[in-house]
């Protein structure tokens, strides 16, 4: 995809903002009974549903900040990513730390390997992703061994599909009329 320079980032990490809450919420409902079989009664209250919510809003954006560089310059990907993790800083997202989650959970583990070498470094991001997202959920009844388990699976699932809409994004977005000064 060719980079479009015209692009602002406060538009782009608003609308891969408000894309990646919205997939979520729209898959809630699947994902809701399967961590609910990991709690002690089975029941999911609105204050863990919240955190539970939180955290895959957190995973996935950390992930769409490495598909980046795939659509983006290097200036408009910092930029971006810049610019999205000030929005989770700031207003309504500020009491809840996303921002501090996504800098001091994902984004060493993400940028170790980018690092690395490896054959599929997509599945390799996706994989570091999960475990760290798996780590993080407060489902005490959850596998001590994650791979292979129901909860993994249906987070790789899920995640796989939540991610990946840059592309979309930046076309959208240099289809729309400029604003005017």
């Given at each position: 995809?060719?980079?479009?320079?015209?692009?602002?980032?406060?538009?782009?990490?608003?609308?891969?903002?408000?894309?990646?809450?919205?997939?979520?919420?729209?898959q809630w409902g699947v994902l809701q009974p399967v961590?609910?079989?990991?709690?002690?009664?089975?029941?999911?209250?609105?204050?863990?549903?919240?955190?539970?919510?939180?955290?895959?809003?957190?995973?996935?954006?950390?992930?769409?900040?490495?598909?980046?560089?795939?659509?983006?310059?290097?200036?408009?990907?910092?930029?971006?990513?810049?610019?999205?993790?000030?929005i989770l800083a700031s207003g309504d997202f500020a009491?809840?730390?996303?921002?501090?989650?996504?800098?001091?959970?994902?984004?060493?583990?993400?940028?170790?390997?980018?690092?690395?070498?490896?054959?599929?470094?997509?599945?390799?991001?996706?994989?570091?992703?999960?475990g760290i997202l798996y780590e993080r959920l407060p489902?005490?009844?959850?596998?001590?061994?994650?791979?292979?388990?129901?909860?993994?699976?249906?987070?790789?699932?899920?995640?796989?599909?939540?991610?990946?809409?840059?592309?979309?994004?930046?076309?959208?977005?240099?289809?729309?009329?400029?604003?005017?000064?």
């Open positions: 995809m060719q980079p479009n320079d015209k692009l602002q980032p406060e538009a782009a990490a608003a609308a891969m903002l408000q894309l990646t809450m919205t997939s979520i919420d729209k961590f609910a079989a990991f709690t002690a009664d089975a029941v999911l209250t609105r204050e863990l549903e919240d955190t539970l919510l939180q955290e895959l809003y957190v995973a996935a954006l950390a992930l769409e900040l490495y598909d980046l560089p795939h659509v983006f310059t290097a200036e408009k990907d910092r930029e971006i990513e810049s610019e999205l993790l000030r009491p809840l730390g996303l921002a501090d989650t996504i800098r001091l959970h994902y984004l060493p583990r993400l940028r170790e390997i980018r690092r690395e070498e490896t054959a599929d470094v997509g599945a390799a991001l996706l994989e570091a992703a999960i489902l005490p009844l959850k596998p001590s061994k994650p791979q292979g388990s129901l909860l993994w699976s249906r987070l790789m699932q899920a995640m796989a599909l939540w991610i990946g809409k840059w592309p979309a994004i930046a076309r959208g977005l240099s289809a729309a009329p400029q604003s005017r000064p």
